[in-house]
């Protein structure tokens, strides 16, 4: 047929971009071997990318534009530990943290496909600790900024008083997105654990088998919620 | 060796790459009719709730045309009531009306059926979807009766005034309005994903993308701008939630008002212009190409003829959609940005021209030489494209900006964006709906009564809107309570408004007949039959009218040619639908196909 052919041209000289093209054009799905809860993450993560973004953006537009100089975050984000004052030590911890809760979310995600159950449990478990612990340093900081500091959204101390705003607002939002995921991950956890996407038992109110899909579904979430703390982390402490 | 064109039929069809899924069965009454997982319910849900707002915008609209067209008249429309019902009316239109109802409404019943899928992929997150926007319609509802009434800020809520004392509804107000808008793109996000979604993943057998109808594909583009353009609306609210709240000066500059200096500073009221117009330039594709999509196969299937360049007009939906976001900064010609800006903007505003024309080209084309039979469904389409013409060389003007500047702010503008993004979609959702309806209930709309209803409403609209561009070019202003005692406006311009208010008030009322013809032809319209139009689509083969959960009988339907067969040379009837096996196979005796014509 005339259009296989044309596929098998263009895979003589381009063999990536010939696939794509010939998925697409293809009947049932744009995306082979991706299901739809994988799929649909994707596509919300895109979405959620364009909200920080736009977030990000309005916070560059702010600290660019006011008159009133941005307070150093080298001083503010200070931690003194053992008598010793440490920039940004806080913030590397928290950093820390959360990478490393990607990697055992990574690690769940394989066990998961291999029907670990018990060691996908407890990964999951783990990966929900750290993101708690995370979200809790966060509060620590925040606490922190604001009793000691007298940091608060309409104004501070040591600078313009868009600093508060936009820091409660970002880092608020991407909390929020890391206890939500938190929450997830431990119901993701449960299943896990019951047997349920063994038995492939039908969730709450759908029809739809449960499957152990959805731990990379999950996964795809956290690193994503990782990724975004790396571009706030570079904004709001290395800027 | 035949060379590739769309609508080859094919007689391969690769088989079944995922196993079909289990449906959710509910087995409560609640279940089964409230919280219903099926999206044809949701869709209808969807349009009643939409309706009923769009109604309420409608009365307000008509409170305004009597304060401009019998100024002093009516005791209850103050100056700070009639910016409040501007707000009101131009918000419920745009989001909750027309960005509501072509993609929650026509998304969720047109999409699983015509691309041969049982339901959408995520049917419970698509349920939540709809409840979610009930709550923002019932929050925006609420802010009518809070102390201060709603906001008056305009529907472009722009800050410093949206919430500085002074302006109607500055307090309890705008909240309301800002969080209802929140919850309106959270819920359209869960429905969102799965339009997407399922027409990517879940389309039937021989379902490929360039076969799909371009409803289809105009509502697809529309949800992705949405998906990408919701997110800057969602932001910008929250920080002006922050600033009216909390204190924050997201938005606000040093500001005096009443003589007393508030406590903000430092903020930028621009910032906020990009914001909204990065969400509201795409809004209006949002609205505009479903509306491209439904008009296409209105026009084709009742001009009995393909429609003309089917692959153009799919670029032409993806051009446009892309170009969208790259044009917002139109709107704020005279906001004091950058003029550079300008000339950027204005180049690319003239550009999308482009793609928009052909498809105005390619509509008339279809029309050309066809077997043009004028039903209702037909003449709402003849009227869009027509209207849409009108408001699309105004659009042109107002693209430029040494012809905007002095037009901006004026009664022009307005008289251009109700032809292009009010009256023209809502002649395509009133199209949509004259189609449709047969499918939804089993019954035929009275076509007596639509004829009248389309007469009045486009001649009415025409009469509204055509003189209101006079009045723009005499430079009566926009959002104003009374254009009394200005001296450079001349009489003729006050007995034009009330010319323009008597004809607001015909089409206003016009529209009960619309209603008394949807509920009267439910329980005793013309029984419809499964394809009255003849159409050649999926929704038009199922084995029930209407189709019942699962839209499909036992097994899906396999398609085999693109939507557009129609008039074929050498064929029986002058439709072929999409599931019609090419005459070298036998039917199958599956196939849901109650008019193949016997072979
Ligand atoms: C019979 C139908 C309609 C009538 C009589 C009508 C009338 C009006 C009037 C009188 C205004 C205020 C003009 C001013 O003082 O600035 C207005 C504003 C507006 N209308 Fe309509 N309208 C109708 C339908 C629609 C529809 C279907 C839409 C959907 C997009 C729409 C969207 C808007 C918008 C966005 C505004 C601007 C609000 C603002 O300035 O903040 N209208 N309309
Ligand atoms: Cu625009």
Redesign the pocket.
């Known amino acids: 047929m005339a259009d296989t052919m044309v596929g098998s041209n263009l895979s003589a000289v381009r063999p990536g971009l010939a696939t794509v093209v010939e998925d697409w054009s293809s009947d049932q799905r744009a995306f082979k071997n991706v299901t739809w809860g994988k799929a649909m993450m994707w596509i919300f993560l895109v979405s959620d990318t364009f909200i920080f973004g736009s977030f990000l953006i309005a916070y560059m537009t702010v600290r660019m534009s006011t008159t009133v100089p941005w307070p150093n975050p080298s001083e503010v984000f200070a931690l003194t530990l053992f008598g010793k004052e440490l920039p940004l030590i806080l913030i590397a911890i928290m950093t820390f943290v959360l990478i490393s809760s990607s990697g055992t979310m990574a690690l769940a995600v394989n066990y998961g496909y291999r029907k670990k159950r018990i060691t996908t449990f407890l990964l999951l478990m783990m990966t929900a600790l750290l993101g708690a612990t995370f979200v809790g340093m966060q509060a620590f900081e925040w606490t922190k900024l604001i009793v000691e500091e007298g940091v608060r959204p309409w104004g501070n101390p040591m600078g313009a008083a868009q600093f508060g705003a936009t820091f409660f607002m970002i880092t608020g939002f991407h909390g929020t997105h890391v206890s939500i995921g938190v929450i997830f991950l431990v119901i993701v956890a449960i299943k896990v654990i019951r047997g349920d996407l063994d038995s492939e038992k039908p969730g709450f109110m759908t029809g739809r088998k449960g499957r152990y899909e959805i731990v990379e579904t999950m996964g795809l979430y956290w690193h994503f919620v990782d990724l975004v703390w790396v571009f706030i982390f570079a904004f709001f402490y290395l800027w | 060796m035949m060379s590739y064109v769309a609508h080859d039929e094919t007689e391969l069809i690769p088989p079944l790459e995922v196993e079909e899924e289990e449906l959710y069965h509910p087995k409560t009454f609640i279940g089964k009719y409230i919280w219903c997982q099926d999206a044809k319910v949701i869709a209808i849900q969807y349009t009643i709730t939409a309706m009923g707002v769009g109604l309420l915008a ?1 009365v307000l ?1 008509g409170i ?2 009597l304060q ?1 067209g019998f100024p002093n008249s009516f005791s209850f429309i103050t100056p700070g009531a009639y910016l409040q019902f ?2 009101m ?2 918000m419920i ?2 989001v909750y009306l ?1 960005t509501a109802i072509f993609l929650g409404g026509f998304g969720n019943y047109l999409i699983p059926l015509m691309v041969g899928a049982r339901d959408m992929v995520f049917p419970y997150a698509n349920m939540l979807s709809y409840w979610i926007y009930l709550a923002a319609v019932l929050l925006l509802v609420a802010s009518l009766f809070v102390p201060g009434g709603s906001t008056g800020a ?3 809520l722009y800050p410093p005034q949206a919430i500085v004392e002074g302006t109607p509804g500055a307090g309890l107000g705008i909240i309301l309005m800002l969080l209802s808008l929140m919850l309106f793109i959270i819920g359209f996000t869960m429905g969102g994903l799965n339009y997407v979604v399922t027409v990517l993943q879940a389309r039937t057998r021989g379902m490929t993308l360039m076969r799909l109808p371009l409803t289809i594909w105009g509502i697809l583009m529309a949800t992705i701008l949405a998906l990408l353009a919701f997110p800057a609306l969602f932001v910008s609210a929250v920080m002006m939630l922050l600033d009216a709240t909390l204190g924050t000066s997201f938005f606000m500059p040093a500001i005096s008002v009443a003589g007393e200096m508030l406590d903000y500073q430092g903020g930028s009221p621009v910032l906020f212009q990009h914001l909204f117009w990065f969400f509201g330039h795409p809004e209006v594709y949002i609205v505009a190409l479903p509306a491209f999509g439904i008009v296409s196969d209105l026009i084709a299937v009742n001009a009995r003829k393909n429609i003309f360049g089917y692959r153009m007009m799919v670029w032409a939906i993806l051009i446009i959609g892309g170009l969208s976001f790259v044009v917002w900064a139109h709107h704020m010609y005279v906001s004091g940005m950058n003029p550079y800006f300008g000339f950027f903007f204005a180049t690319t505003t003239l550009i999308i021209a482009i793609p928009t024309a052909l498809k105005v080209y390619n509509w008339v084309l279809t029309l050309w030489r066809g077997n043009i039979r004028f039903t209702v469904p037909m003449l709402f389409a003849i009227g869009f494209l027509v209207t849409f013409v009108n408001g699309g060389l105004t659009g042109l003007f107002l693209g430029n900006v040494p012809v905007d500047v002095p037009l901006s702010d004026t009664m022009f503008v ?1 008289a251009h ?2 032809m292009v ?3 023209a979609p ?1 002649m395509v959702v009133f199209g949509g709906l004259y189609h449709w309806y047969p499918k939804v209930t089993g019954r035929m709309l009275d076509p007596t009564l639509g004829k009248i209803h389309f007469w009045v409403t486009f001649i009415g609209s025409y009469s ?1 809107y055509f003189p209101m561009h006079y009045l723009g070019i005499l430079g009566v202003p ?3 309570y009374s254009i009394e005692n200005i001296s450079f406006i001349p009489e003729s311009a006050h007995t034009l408004n009330v010319q323009i208010t008597i004809a ?1 008030l015909i ?2 009322v016009v529209q009960l007949v619309f209603v008394y013809n949807l509920i009267r032809s439910y329980f005793k319209g013309e029984p419809a039959g499964p394809n009255p139009w003849e159409a050649t689509t999926l929704e038009w083969q199922t084995a029930d009218t209407p189709p019942r959960h699962g839209n499909f009988g036992p097994e899906l339907p396999i398609v085999y040619r693109w939507a557009y067969d129609y008039s074929v040379p050498g064929a029986v009837l002058d439709y072929i639908p999409q599931n019609q096996p090419p005459d070298s196979l036998p039917a199958r005796e599956t196939d849901d196909n109650p008019q193949a014509p016997p072979s």
């Open positions: 409608l609209s305004m045309r401009l501007v707000t009316h131009g239109m745009v027309l305009g529907w472009t307005v964006f109700h993004m009010a009256v809502i509204i926009r959002r104003y607001a089409v206003g």
